[in-house]
């Protein structure tokens, strides 16, 4: 029992000592991408359930989008809803995506529009949630990083309520550090980020070839993991920003902390055996990207 102690504590040291190392680089000067003209169009895509009061400041902030109105299109996606949500993005220009069959989670109404928007003309995906307000310069942002090649990138997710109490403001450190220490730091050191639940970019032929197949309550890290297995490389762009509303009630973040755990390890079952083979496989190299 003792030697199995020491191996096990000595696997958590090598992980620990992982991050310790990856994370330093997050102080060099980040990786940086470069700023191109409006090339790629977009869809963008937003699942709600019962999001009536934050849905409109949303919608508000993608049409104010420093980029232009004709290459991209707001879809919004509301499935099992119960309140004005629909109509309230009807009222402000969105297009609504009706969902037909049964619809469980965020993946499933995602997917669900992946298939009816499969055959329209676009590059790109854009995804965020209903209590999200988004930075003017975003959808530039992310043009840049499919002008470089990037098929999977992850923007810069802050808060929209730090200071509301220690919960939200917790919440809010973490994300803070999540994106300094992991995504910057894997960015830098040229590997790659993962995908945080909102504020991402996938490319069209990403979905085409690999399809979106999630079937846990945590869709984000679900992805992430088949973007490794795939070899896909998840770029993180520090100026593509994405304000996110943090819960600030103990019941609230229970829940969510709750879904998040079942989900992570529903998604180690599934996808920890073929993350190891993709791993030796690739021969321990970082996913790629193409530069153009």
Not at 129 to 154: I, S, W
Not at 210 to 219: N, R, S, V
Not at 257 to 277: A, P, V
Request: aromatic share 12%; with cysteine; proline share 2%.
């Amino acid at each position: 029992m003792l030697e199995l102690l020491n191996v096990l504590s000595m696997m958590l040291v090598i992980y620990g000592m992982y991050y310790v190392l990856t994370s330093v680089t997050a102080f060099i000067k980040i990786r940086s991408i470069g700023t191109y003209e409006p090339k790629h169009k977009f869809k963008v895509l937003v699942a709600c359930r019962n999001e009536e009061e934050v849905i409109g400041s949303l919608i508000e902030s993608i049409n104010s989008q420093n980029y232009p109105k004709q290459m991209y299109e707001l879809c919004i996606i509301p499935n099992n809803c119960t309140d004005n949500t629909r109509d309230i993005a009807l009222t402000l220009g969105a297009r609504v995506i009706d969902c037909v069959g049964n619809i469980k989670c965020k993946g499933d109404a995602l997917r669900y529009a992946f298939d009816v928007l499969a055959n329209e003309d676009f590059d790109a995906y854009i995804v965020f949630d209903a209590d999200n307000v988004v930075h003017p310069n975003f959808l530039a942002r992310m043009n840049d990083a499919c002008c470089e090649n990037f098929r999977v990138a992850q923007g810069y997710r802050d808060s929209k309520n730090p200071q509301d109490n220690w919960i939200s403001g917790s919440y809010s450190i973490y994300y803070w550090m999540q994106n300094f220490f992991f995504n910057r730091a894997r960015m830098n050191a040229r590997s790659s980020a993962s995908i945080n639940g909102t504020g991402f970019m996938v490319k069209k032929e990403v979905i085409t070839k690999h399809g979106f197949d999630t079937m846990t309550l945590t869709e984000d890290i679900e992805f992430t993991a088949q973007c490794a297995i795939n070899n896909i490389r998840i770029a993180f762009v520090q100026d593509a920003i994405t304000y996110d509303e943090q819960p600030v009630s103990w019941t609230a973040s229970w829940k969510q902390r709750k879904r998040w755990s079942i989900g992570s390890h529903n998604c180690l079952k599934m996808y920890g055996l073929k993350l190891i083979q993709s791993f030796i496989k690739n021969k321990y190299k970082t996913c790629k990207v193409t530069r153009s």
